[in-house]
């Protein structure tokens, strides 16, 4: 009898987990409580604007900007595929791993999703999502190895019409000028951010975080009053909880700053960070600081500000090679250390820093 009700719960519980894999499940963060969740059912639309899934407790709309990661109903790949890929590629993204550990799963993860894309064609939906994370493993790559950007940049460039219907196209546009940015090619970044901005059904964040890294690269081509401009109209139209309002005010004062207007101009940083913990805005933040003070011949200042980018908010490469730079100078000029000044030349000239501004405005200064 024991032996007929456990064969009879086993046969239960496999025919439980195939309904479970003949139905899509959406991976996603919630908004509200940043927890991780999953949405079961049956995928009616996919948009750039995000998914639509169908589950028993009606209809959920899952943003494209909350999306992690997704496994299709099949009739050719099985749940474990779509997982494992997954699952390779999000500990590809462990920060806290060690390199060599990041390098082995994005390996894996790619060679995952490629399998898992031969296995997918002809499923339209499931092969855009599969060749979407193709090419955005390349890009993470790409962004530790910076001798595969070409190779990653050709690879999102050429999914540009395939992604433009699906929930993908937002997050790989914006990985495209991001590698664009880390390769100095600004004017293709500006070029691929706009294009972003004026995807039809784009979530209104996505079309506003893509104005605001426009105005930031107007400003490094020191394109100063037309970054004003557009960062003018930003803060005129989000609100005071919204995130990004921070960073629309601090690259507003650098906009400003570089044009002679210092009125106001460090009580509305000090204001935005204040208002922030987010790492990057430190950045921004403390670097802008730094650019205020030697403005106003404060190097002592200036000094502990770049310092603070270097030590503690280095998450940005772009910001941290700025301060690199500067720390570098008043290392040499103010506090008379020139070995503490030439570590810090030293440090901007590794790998990490290939193709930034200013280790190339380093170099040049060295010809």
């Not at 997704?70 to 999000?90: E, M």
């Not at 493993?137 to 690879?155: E, K, N, S, W």
């Not at 500006?190 to 690269?217: C, F, H, M, N």
């Amino acid at each position: 009898m024991r032996r007929i009700l456990f064969t009879a719960a086993l046969l239960t519980w496999v025919a439980s987990g195939s309904a479970l894999l003949a139905q899509d499940a959406v991976l996603y963060q919630d908004r509200a409580t940043r927890a991780e969740k999953t949405a079961t059912g049956t995928i009616q639309e996919e948009s750039p604007a995000g998914i639509k899934i169908k589950t028993r407790d009606g209809v959920t709309t899952v943003p494209a900007t909350d999306v992690l990661s997704i496994t299709y109903k099949s009739a050719k790949a099985s749940g474990t595929d779509f997982r494992s890929a997954a699952g390779s590629l999000t500990r590809a993204m462990d920060v806290t791993s060690r390199p060599a550990d990041r390098k082995k799963y994005s390996e894996l993860a790619l060679k995952r999703f490629q399998d898992l894309a031969q296995m997918v064609k002809g499923e339209t939906n499931a092969y855009r999502y599969a060749m979407y994370q193709v090419a955005m493993v390349r890009a993470h790559m790409a962004l530790a190895d910076t001798t595969q950007l070409d190779g990653a940049i050709t690879a999102l460039t050429e999914l540009r019409t395939e992604l433009s219907r699906g929930w993908e196209i937002g997050p790989a546009l914006k990985m495209l000028a991001r590698l664009q940015e880390e390769k100095g090619d600004t004017q293709g970044a500006r070029k691929t951010y706009e294009e972003l901005a004026a995807v039809p059904g784009i979530p209104a964040e996505i079309k506003q975080e893509s104005d605001l890294l426009v105005a930031r690269l107007l400003s490094r081509a020191a394109q100063f009053a037309e970054a004003e401009k557009k960062l003018s109209a930003l803060a005129s139209t989000v609100s005071t909880t919204d995130p990004q309002k921070p960073f629309i005010d601090v690259y507003l004062a650098q906009a400003q700053m570089a044009q002679g207007k210092l009125a106001n101009v460090e009580k509305e940083v000090r204001t935005a960070l204040r208002s922030s913990n987010d790492a990057s805005l430190q950045a921004v933040g403390h670097n802008f600081l730094g650019d205020y003070y030697r403005a106003k011949n404060q190097p002592e200042d200036a000094f502990w500000n770049y310092l603070k980018v270097d030590v503690l908010y280095n998450q940005d490469r772009e910001e941290q090679a700025k301060a690199l730079y500067y720390l570098a100078q008043l290392f040499d000029k103010v506090k008379n250390d020139p070995v503490r000044a030439n570590q810090c030349l030293a440090k901007l000239k590794d790998k990490q820093f290939d193709g930034t501004h200013f280790q190339r405005m380093a170099s040049d200064e060295k010809k």
